[in-house]
């Protein structure tokens, strides 16, 4: 099983840009669907993107839809998240996760890692 560990949150002015990276650590991460979700204080943990083993089938919440994008570096055993045009209703914690299930069921998702705050002023 792999073990996650996000970086790269922060406090971004809304419009602003920031790059999330998501750090596995165990030799079977390419196996892995890789997945990121976010946590709003008093909100239940929701879907944000997703990415399949090679990169090459990916999906996103509507919310986020032609803002970010999800990426993966097999080699490096890091997952990624570009978000652009960020708007205060961003703010959240973020974490990243991995399953062998294209879904987008938080409940579907084991291990996770410890998350990372993204703040969005106004």
């Known amino acids: 099983q792999v073990q996650l560990v996000e970086s790269g949150g922060g406090l971004v002015q809304a419009g602003g840009s920031l790059r999330l990276s998501c750090a596995a650590s165990?030799?079977?991460?390419?196996?892995?669907?890789m997945g990121w979700f976010r946590q709003a204080p008093g909100k239940e943990r929701e879907f944000v993107a997703r990415?399949?083993?090679?990169?090459?089938?990916?999906a996103y919440a509507d919310s986020v839809k032609g803002r970010f994008t999800i990426s993966r570096d097999n080699a490096k055993n890091t997952v990624y998240l570009q978000m652009n045009s960020l708007k205060p209703e961003d703010t959240a914690v973020y974490y990243c996760a991995a399953t062998f299930k294209g879904t987008m069921n938080v409940h579907d998702y084991r291990p996770w890692g410890q998350g990372t705050q993204v703040t969005v002023s106004s």
């Open positions: 165990g030799r079977t991460f390419s196996n892995y669907i």
């Open positions: 990415i399949n083993w090679s990169g090459g089938i990916t």
